[in-house]
């Protein structure tokens, strides 16, 4: 799933050398935390939201196949 995310947000991104996925495992849950260069913010996360939303919603079905419970968070 990280690899997932990674080849996502490299192709949405002017910089994709500044793209990081770090994995926290939580008692039940796996959180994918994404970093991004500042000028890039923009352009994951979209209008309103709807870039992020559906990056969110792309992990979270692949993740549905292997019955993890996985979230994405947008980090600063």
Not at 18 to 25: W, Y
Not at 38 to 62: F, H, L, N
């Amino acid at each position: 799933m990280k690899d997932l995310l990674l080849y996502i947000a490299r192709n949405l991104v002017e910089d994709p050398s500044a793209v990081s996925v770090t994995e926290v495992q939580g008692s039940e849950e796996l959180t994918l935390e994404l970093r991004v260069a500042p000028d890039d913010m923009g352009k994951i996360i979209g209008r309103q939201g709807r870039i992020a939303k559906e990056i969110r919603t792309v992990v979270r079905s692949y993740a549905q196949r292997t019955g993890i419970k996985v979230y994405v968070d947008i980090v600063d």
